[in-house]
């Protein structure tokens, strides 16, 4: 009698893994964690939650450190597609959003074109979580109507500077959030000015937002470059720039429980 094998079909799915705290991952991002045979994971995520991870699953850090490149994206194409193809439950994971200046995009269109089943599981996108674990409401019925997400870093920026359409950004009446900027921060700021924004226009940079370690500055175009230099805010980091920088005074309640949380971990 021959006895059939049920031949399991690999699959990728590409994950977001949230901003840091482990509670704030989506219920799916955690089962596809647990159920999956391989995990290639980023240098943003939270550690503990390879934990969920099945015994003997295995674990890959392909995770690129800011402004160098440790394994290149093609190779990481190439090892979800062996891991897919010898029929392994393979998980992306990824900080934030995974389709959020993660590649996760790049990726999904490398598997549909080698014909390899995937999943794109959403995750909190870390402005999202820099809003609300600093008391920054990224929008607001009177102060911002409109939410622009933009990267600080591109990759012509090292060599010819940030090429925005900056007249537009400096018009912007809403908020403004770049991610991976912070060591542009300086430009992005003089930009904005020289772009006709004021120079006393609000402006916060979080750092590890939603983590015990989490820190935020606020300050003006003018001075928050000198502002970050002083506090020694490293990354990941976020800057929001808008009128909605105002409230963190207000609403901001995390660092109210930081402490408590910083010593729970240490
Ligand atoms: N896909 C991710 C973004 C990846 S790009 C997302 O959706 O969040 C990497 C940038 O994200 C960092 O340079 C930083 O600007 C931002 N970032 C990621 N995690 C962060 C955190 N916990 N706190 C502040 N910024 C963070």
Redesign the pocket.
Known sequence: MNIVTAHTKGKVYIT?AG??DINLLTLRAKAVVELADVILY?N?INPAILDWAKPGAEKIFVGKL?YCSVITQETIHLWLLDHARTGKQVVRL?????????R?GEEAVFLRENQIDFEIVP?????L??GSYAGIPLTHRDDAQMLLFV???TKRSNKTGLDFDWPMLAAFSGTIV?????RNLDQIAARLIDAGRSADSLIAV??????PQ?KTVTGTLRNIAAKVLAEEIG?????IVGEVVKYHQQINWFSAIQEQLKQQIA
């Open positions: 977001g901003p840091g980023d943003l800011p990824k900080g934030g959003d995974p389709l959020l200046f993660g996760g995750g909190v996108t870390s402005s979580a820099a990267t600080g870093h770049f991610y991976m900027g912070v979080v750092e590890n937002a939603s983590l989490q990354t990941p980091a976020l800057i």
